[in-house]
């Protein structure tokens, strides 16, 4: 690998980090934040949705986009966005001014994980591709997953806004990486569809609003009407693309069994990392007591154990069948989360720490080998598309965990997180299976060559 592309992947990896870990830190700071901002508890719930809104809503129109200007482009503007929203987050004084500083840091955010596997693709052959993707599949779950750590440990020696300060400097080291060595990617021939990109906006915004709300226990009519708008715009942006030779919600690709099944794996694995990494910190600090810096070192062991995992995880899929790796990680996580559910009224620190670092097994081999199903299922021209799919489904999972973790304190209030647990062992579970039933898939991709080709 050439040097220049050595710093590319620096930039790519600095980048990937910095919008993953805040998609967490913020969660474990929320409190913090809403006493210093004298904001209400409901209220200050749009500190986490202002990002994630943001993020799910914009992901496959910026990774259609990137088909089309590039994907350097792409991705150089969302570090220089992220930055910016960055330091805007920390300046904020009150709570709608930090609310609309995280909707343009989620866009930034947005623009970084539309693209990111795309850009892998072009960087590494097809045989190292597995290599290639089980790094960023590490960076990916150790940022998710250290982040409460993270936060714990800035705001026991700081205030919450340098849990946004400290992105800055990091994100201009990633610039200036990025700028001289990110590649020059192909780009299509076809024209950006306005319309579809804000029906696109709208169909997954009112999903995430109605998951939100449905957690939240809100009047049964705000959850049905949002399920409503999120049905209808979604429906009209599929009958729009009919027939586009590259679609922005790429639904053709959904006719490859590969593909498709390795998308249900990925929301549902995620769905499962969700459950876990909202509910365990009220456990150990609600139920066991413990304080913010204990908690952190508490979710550590998985996030060590997933930096081990899945780069053996990435080399092997470049060997293996990815379904096979995949069901039986999942099948670990599964068994590691049923563990953490039944774990005894006065656990050791070394009963907490087993049980996390089987869970780190398990997700951190199943990972690379589902993110290298994913894009090589995919025809090389469509891996905007591809790569966009990619970060929806790791969102639209996380989200739905974080949801129903809320509503599984609602329905058993405290016993919530073991609720929540059980939940994301059934979710890794039923991943597993789907991971599974890719061995018995046809891995060929004539059901999009035909439209692709007519580009």
Request: proline share 6%; with cysteine.
């Amino acid at each position: 690998m050439s040097a220049s592309n050595r710093r590319a992947m620096a930039a790519i990896m600095l980048a990937v980090a910095l919008a993953t870990l805040d998609t967490a830190i913020a969660n474990t700071a929320l409190p913090a934040i809403a006493a210093d901002l004298h904001a209400a508890p409901a209220a200050s719930v749009w500190i986490i949705n202002a990002y994630q809104l943001a993020m799910v809503a914009t992901l496959l129109p910026l990774a259609a986009l990137g088909d089309i200007v590039g994907h350097r482009r792409i991705y150089i503007a969302g570090i220089a966005v992220f930055t910016v929203a960055s330091l805007a987050c920390s300046l904020s004084g009150t709570l709608p001014l930090l609310a609309a500083a995280r909707v343009l840091q989620g866009l930034g955010a947005s623009a970084i994980m539309s693209v990111n596997a795309a850009l892998i693709r072009y960087l590494y052959p097809q045989h190292r591709l597995g290599r290639a993707l089980g790094l960023n599949a590490l960076v990916v779950g150790v940022s998710f997953a250290v982040g409460p750590t993270v936060a714990s440990l800035i705001l026991s020696l700081a205030t919450w806004p340098w849990l946004f300060a400290v992105n800055v400097p990091l994100g201009i080291v990633a610039l200036a990486f990025a700028l001289p060595a990110l590649p020059h990617t192909t780009r299509g021939g076809h024209n950006f569809d306005r319309v579809a990109a804000l029906l696109n906006v709208i169909t997954f915004a009112a999903l995430i609003f109605a998951l939100g709300e449905a957690a939240q226990r809100e009047p049964t009519q705000y959850v049905l009407g949002a399920a409503a708008v999120a049905v209808v715009f979604g429906l009209l942006l599929m009958r729009r693309e009919a027939g586009h030779p590259s679609p922005m919600l790429p639904v053709d690709l959904f006719k490859l069994p590969v593909f498709a099944l390795s998308a249900v794996t990925a929301v549902c694995s995620f769905a499962a990392q969700g459950l876990a990494f909202v509910s365990l910190p009220f456990y150990f600090e609600d139920v066991l007591h413990r304080s913010q810096v204990e908690t952190g070192f508490l979710m550590t062991p998985w996030p060590v154990v997933v930096a081990l995992a899945a780069p053996l995880a990435g080399r092997l899929s470049d060997r293996y069948p990815p379904g096979l790796l995949g069901a039986v990680g999942l099948a670990v996580l599964s068994a590691g989360m049923a563990s953490l559910a039944l774990l005894p009224a006065h656990p050791h620190v070394l009963d907490i720490g087993i049980r996390m670092a089987v869970c780190g097994a398990g997700f951190g081999f199943f990972q690379s080998p589902n993110l290298k199903a994913l894009m090589a299922s995919a025809p090389p021209e469509r891996s905007g598309g591809a790569s966009g799919i990619i970060a929806t489904a790791r969102l639209i999972g996380q989200t739905t965990g974080a949801a129903l973790v809320a509503l599984s304190f609602g329905l058993a209030g405290r016993h919530g997180p073991t609720l929540a647990l059980t939940a994301g062992a059934v979710f890794a579970g039923a991943a597993s299976i789907a991971s599974g039933l890719r061995l018995f898939a046809p891995s060929h991709r004539a059901a999009v060559s035909a439209p692709t080709s007519a580009k």
